[in-house]
């Protein structure tokens, strides 16, 4: 395929900012309640009507190669944000427009690293402000209007909102499809959450938010410092053999012979899954509170090799569904017997109240937390799959900016956070203007008017100060890069189909002939 090259850095620049400009105008249209929808088309299957910015940004395609290439960069960076709060993405692609626009317009001249000290100085004196600006959650109506914010509907606001409110700051809800219903259902189950990521990133199920969910899966606890593949492999033919295909192994870490070993049922397609979860901060006493969960057999460093070699399926645990993080993992409805469970949170408060050292202390609260905690399941149902994958996301935004609210605090919403924010700073300011940006799109998405009033929403918007933290901090850097850009190689856009019938008639070749080289 022919490449162009091109070290016309105007044209280049110019090419860049008109690519992200069309890149924040279409993700724009989707920004709050009063958003609107944009229409894809799709190479292979049905037209898809997108509401959310992230999922627009995907799928944007511009005849311009070097503009295209802008937007991937973009994309990539500010994806970020919904990866580390899971929501903002939308917000932080506009602002990457506003910041860059303000760059060319009121810098012309300056040079790259003046800018980049410059942005970033302003960037984080608006952090300080946004922390200083922020207050906790106080009410559980709080709450719902987040939700209610980030999914643009009352119903699912309310909720999401409530079901926070009940499980509390370090709560965990889980999303899944109910296909045997058309209606939302709800209900707060038994959950163990604990540190611990997965041991290496093939085992994601969602690249986009970097997770791993697993339902009825069989769980290996082993509190070992070394595991080898032969006493993982005889197990894992047991449970096929059930016709399971899945199984969690909870350890220390995980020798690169073992990572090997499973990467090579992954690699080749085969039906079995196998998840390995890193706890390296768990204590020997946690990790048998997982095994008690669970009802696994606790296995560690004083069992032989003769035992490990003979694992049962006896010695399993089950949970019913499991959710694993890089650095998080959340064990749902796990098979021990209330009765263990209730007994090892007895043993753990009364180790608990001998403590006089208040990190031991602490460590054992977390503990009984942990094991008498509850995990919310909302169950999707809806009369078409499209209509279940729009309330997914709409629940899966609603879901982190609640969570994020809940234990950070929040802002005043609807980007007059940053507005204020902005008419405190002085005209020198490289952020100034650009960061007013979200509080305009909004504004243009709710009245269809461009000419900006000083117009208030009321009290009660509000927003995670811990999503504008991250949408605008990696709108900076998406920003930065692309100030820096001067030159650029990118693929030449393929011939459309008349042109290329013209090219055969004239040369007897393709035109992929012509580019072989």
């Known amino acids: ?62 005849d311009d190669p070097i503009a295209q290439l802008a937007v991937r960069q973009a994309y990539h960076v500010t994806r970020k944000t919904d990866e580390a709060v899971g929501d903002g993405t939308t917000t932080s692609m506009v602002e990457v427009h506003a910041i860059l626009d303000s760059i060319r317009k009121n810098r012309p001249n300056q040079s790259v690293s003046e800018v980049e000290k410059e942005v970033i100085a302003s960037r984080d004196n608006i952090i300080s402000k946004l922390k200083e600006a922020s207050k906790p959650i106080e009410t559980e109506q709080d709450l719902k209007n987040v939700a209610t914010i980030s999914s643009g509907r009352k119903d699912l606001g309310e909720l999401v909102g409530g079901m926070y409110w009940k499980l509390g700051k370090d709560g965990h809800i889980s999303l899944e499809f109910n296909l045997t219903s058309d209606v939302l259902e709800s209900e707060v189950v038994p959950g163990y959450k604990f540190l611990g990521g997965y041991a290496e990133p093939w085992m994601r199920t969602d690249l986009v938010r970097n997770t791993s969910t697993m339902g009825d899966t069989h769980v290996l606890v082993a509190d070992r410092k070394d595991l080898d593949s032969a006493w993982i492999e005889p197990i894992i033919q047991q449970i096929a053999g059930q016709g399971k295909t899945r199984l969690l192994i909870i350890a220390r870490k995980f020798p690169s012979s073992l990572l090997k070993s499973l990467y090579q049922l992954y690699a080749e397609k085969k039906v079995f899954a196998t998840v390995c979860v890193k706890a390296p901060s768990r204590n020997s006493e946690a990790f048998k509170d997982i095994a008690i969960y669970t009802g696994a057999r606790y296995f560690c460093d004083k069992d032989d090799e003769t ?57 054992r609260m977390e503990r009984v937390s942990a094991l008498s905690g509850g995990v919310g399941i909302i169950r999707i149902g809806a009369p078409t799959d499209e209509e279940r994958n729009f309330l997914k996301e709409k629940l899966q935004d609603a879901k982190y900016a609640t969570k994020y609210a809940f234990r950070d605090g929040v802002v005043p919403g609807g980007g007059k956070a940053l507005k204020r924010i902005s008419e405190s700073l002085p005209d020198t300011d490289i952020l100034k203007e650009a960061i007013k940006a979200p509080y305009n799109v909004l504004y243009r998405n709710i009245t269809g008017e461009t000419i900006i009033q000083d117009v208030e929403y009321g009290d009660e918007v509000i927003d995670p100060v811990a999503v504008e933290i991250a949408a605008l901090t990696n709108a900076c850097s998406a920003a930065i890069l692309l100030n820096r850009v001067g030159g650029a190689i990118a693929f030449a856009p393929k011939p459309k189909l008349d042109e290329a019938l013209q090219a055969i008639l004239k040369t007897g070749n393709t035109p992929d002939d012509e580019n072989d080289d």
């Open 1 to 62: 395929m022919k490449k162009i090259n091109t070290s016309d850095t105007k044209d280049v620049r110019n090419r860049v900012l008109n690519g992200i400009k069309q890149m924040a105008d279409l993700v724009g249209m989707t920004l709050g309640p009063s958003g609107q929808s944009v229409m894809c088309e799709r190479m292979n299957g049905d037209p898809v009507i997108l509401d959310d910015g992230r999922r627009v940004a995907e799928n944007i395609k511009l």
């Open 307 to 363: 035992t490990m070699s003979n694992i049962k399926l006896s010695d399993l645990g089950m949970v019913q569904k499991a959710e694993i993080t890089e650095d998080m993992a959340i064990l749902i409805e796990g098979k021990g017997t209330k009765e263990d469970i209730d007994k090892r949170i007895e043993e753990v408060k009364a180790e608990e109240a001998q403590q006089k050292v208040p990190q031991f202390k602490q460590d």
